[in-house]
């Protein structure tokens, strides 16, 4: 026959549940804490054989609550360790007290290694969110907030119980101007997806770090687009001297593939993959035999999504099969603007990243630094980026003046061509690498300027190599 919980037990272990599954970085988890950590504790310890119904769930959601800060520095470390050792998974030597610990409190096998899998997921979210995206502004808050939710949606009982092995059916776009941290936005929801525990190896069946395959769509030449995203079978094409496998075949099975700069995919590409949104396929070039995608779609622009869509470089179709959640990364200035420690915070993330935990001491000077530099209410219209590179500036030099490399090409190009010193070659190289400069996209300069994208790479890169005859000018 089940025992019932008294009042006070079943108030206490409702409290309990809320400060459990609660967003960690929701505006309302430092009241749930406070209150569970006002409530008094029943006395006596119930097994679950001893309840059924709600009751059992919510003495289930107690134990576990239990066992996951029991366990929590394991946790850390091996999530540490594992970031350190790469792809191949390790060994994680704590799970067989962890089940035991469960089993023991009436949870059976299957479902304890379901709570081990589900830890484990959670803690990866918390470090990877909590680490990479630092900053106390509140706008860093929602940030952090829609992130977890990506990943564990707004209700964690529901993911866990309804979700966790769909969420490849969810695509995500992250928005925010160049260098405010899409990437590492990218990079916390990938590394935080479901992964496997292999009862007989002791293991997560791979390591978290072979989850995530992001790939920038900026940096690809137009002949590459295809082969990179879906791969190509040998002879294919000229040069295709074996199989090639793309970021769709490289995820695995819960794994995301980060498009970054999605705005530059061709509209082909789009059409391509809308079918692998859709129907879960894609073809390598060369090959007749559709493949299976097991992964999530995550993208990224620097770009206004109603613009791509209104000049056409972004398919209504592919677009409202992407958009299932879109989050904005936050600008700099804006950051800076919600919390006057935005910035000494920042500048002390990034002196322990770039020079070791022992360089933090280092934060406060170069923060006067960059503030004598740059003044106290600059902009920083480069962002996080712009900021990193004023860090490592000041490291280098002591100082950190204005950046008027952005004005120069401009005035120089003008008087050259007022001075009719520019063959029509260097006019095309100088005007593409100034409008590269502005938009950081081949597609943008292709169109403002009538060339194809091939042809304004060529330019842009040709600009980049050293002129004949330079080194023996030195």
Same mark, same amino acid.
């Given at each position: 026959?089940?025992?019932?919980?008294?009042?006070?037990?079943?108030?206490?272990?409702?409290?309990?549940?809320?400060?459990?599954?609660?967003?960690?970085?929701?505006?309302?988890?430092?009241?749930?804490?406070?209150?569970? #950590?006002?409530?008094?504790? !029943?006395?006596?310890?119930?097994?679950?054989?001893?309840?059924?119904?709600?009751?059992?769930?919510?003495?289930?959601?107690?134990?576990?609550?239990?066992?996951?800060? $029991?366990?929590?520095?394991? %946790?850390?470390?091996?999530?540490?360790?594992?970031?350190?050792?790469?792809?191949? !998974?390790?060994?994680?030597?704590?799970?067989?007290?962890?089940?035991?610990?469960?089993?023991?409190?009436? #949870?059976?096998?299957?479902?304890?290694? @379901?709570?081990?899998?589900?830890?484990?997921?959670?803690?990866?979210?918390?470090?990877? #969110?909590?680490?990479?995206?630092?900053?106390?502004?509140?706008?860093?808050?929602?940030?952090?907030?829609?992130?977890?939710?990506?990943?564990?949606?707004?209700?964690?009982?529901?993911?866990?119980?309804?979700?966790?092995?769909?969420?490849?059916?969810?695509?995500?776009?992250?928005?925010?101007?160049?260098?405010?941290?899409?990437?590492?936005?990218?990079?916390?929801?990938?590394?935080?997806?479901? #992964?496997?525990?292999?009862?007989?190896?002791?293991?997560?069946?791979?390591?978290? @770090?072979?989850?995530?395959?992001?790939?920038?769509?900026?940096?690809?030449?137009?002949?590459?687009?295809?082969?990179?995203?879906?791969?190509?079978?040998?002879?294919?094409? +000229?040069?295709?001297?074996?199989?090639?496998?793309?970021? =769709?075949?490289?995820?695995?099975?819960?794994?995301?593939?980060?498009?970054?700069?999605?705005?530059? /995919?061709?509209? !082909?590409?789009?059409?391509?993959? %809308? @079918?692998?949104?859709?129907?879960?396929?894609?073809?390598?070039?060369?090959?007749?035999?559709?493949?299976?995608?097991?992964?999530?779609? =995550?993208?990224?622009?620097?770009?206004? =999504? $109603?613009?791509?869509?209104?000049?056409? /470089?972004?398919?209504?179709?592919?677009?409202?099969?992407?958009?299932?959640?879109?989050?904005?990364?936050?600008?700099?200035?804006?950051?800076?603007?919600?919390?006057?420690?935005?910035?000494?915070?920042?500048?002390?993330?990034?002196?322990?990243?770039?020079?070791?935990?022992?360089?933090?001491?280092? $934060?406060?000077?170069? +923060? %006067?630094?960059?503030?004598?530099?740059?003044?106290?209410?600059?902009?920083?219209?480069?962002?996080?980026?712009?900021?990193?590179?004023?860090?490592?500036?000041?490291?280098? +030099?002591?100082?950190?003046?204005?950046?008027?490399?952005?004005?120069?090409?401009?005035?120089?190009?003008?008087?050259?061509?007022?001075?009719?010193?520019?063959?029509?070659? /260097?006019? %095309?190289?100088?005007?593409?690498?100034?409008?590269?400069?502005?938009?950081?996209?081949?597609?943008?300069?292709?169109?403002?300027?009538?060339?194809?994208?091939?042809?304004?790479?060529?330019?842009?890169?040709? =600009?980049?190599?050293?002129?004949?005859? /330079?080194?023996?000018?030195?």
């Amino acid at each position: 026959m089940a025992h019932r919980l008294t009042e006070a037990e079943r108030a206490y272990f409702a409290l309990v549940s809320e400060a459990a599954f609660a967003n960690p970085f929701g505006s309302g988890r430092d009241a749930a804490d406070a209150r569970l #950590i006002a409530a008094r504790k !029943p006395p006596r310890r119930l097994a679950l054989r001893e309840l059924g119904g709600e009751e059992r769930v919510l003495a289930e959601n107690v134990i576990c609550f239990d066992a996951f800060h $029991a366990f929590v520095d394991e %946790l850390d470390l091996l999530i540490e360790q594992q970031e350190q050792a790469g792809d191949q !998974p390790l060994r994680v030597r704590f799970a067989a007290d962890l089940l035991h610990h469960l089993v023991s409190r009436g #949870i059976g096998e299957p479902r304890a290694r @379901r709570i081990l899998e589900l830890f484990y997921q959670m803690r990866r979210a918390y470090y990877f #969110i909590k680490r990479g995206l630092v900053g106390e502004s509140e706008s860093m808050r929602k940030l952090r907030e829609a992130l977890w939710q990506a990943i564990f949606t707004h209700d964690i009982l529901g993911y866990e119980r309804y979700l966790w092995n769909r969420m490849e059916d969810f695509s995500t776009i992250l928005i925010g101007e160049t260098g405010t941290g899409k990437g590492a936005a990218a990079a916390a929801i990938g590394r935080s997806g479901f #992964i496997a525990f292999d009862d007989k190896k002791g293991a997560f069946v791979r390591s978290f @770090r072979s989850s995530f395959v992001p790939i920038n769509l900026n940096e690809l030449t137009e002949s590459l687009f295809e082969s990179e995203i879906f791969g190509h079978k040998k002879g294919a094409f +000229t040069g295709a001297i074996d199989n090639h496998e793309g970021v =769709l075949a490289r995820c695995p099975e819960h794994g995301t593939v980060f498009f970054d700069e999605i705005g530059e /995919a061709t509209l !082909p590409v789009q059409v391509k993959l %809308l @079918r692998v949104l859709q129907d879960r396929e894609f073809t390598p070039v060369g090959s007749r035999q559709p493949e299976r995608f097991t992964g999530r779609i =995550l993208a990224a622009t620097h770009r206004s =999504l $109603a613009e791509l869509r209104e000049r056409g /470089a972004l398919r209504d179709d592919f677009f409202y099969r992407l958009c299932s959640n879109v989050i904005e990364v936050p600008p700099l200035r804006v950051r800076i603007a919600e919390s006057p420690r935005e910035l000494p915070m920042l500048v002390e993330h990034l002196c322990a990243r770039i020079a070791g935990s022992e360089a933090r001491g280092l $934060a406060e000077p170069i +923060t %006067l630094a960059i503030e004598r530099g740059l003044g106290k209410r600059h902009a920083f219209p480069g962002n996080v980026r712009e900021l990193e590179q004023s860090v490592r500036r000041v490291l280098l +030099t002591g100082a950190c003046a204005r950046d008027t490399a952005r004005a120069e090409p401009k005035r120089g190009l003008a008087a050259e061509l007022q001075d009719g010193a520019l063959t029509a070659d /260097a006019v %095309l190289e100088r005007y593409c690498a100034l409008l590269y400069d502005r938009t950081p996209s081949y597609v943008d300069v292709a169109r403002i300027t009538g060339l194809d994208r091939r042809t304004v790479k060529k330019h842009i890169d040709a =600009l980049k190599r050293p002129k004949a005859g /330079a080194s023996a000018a030195r």
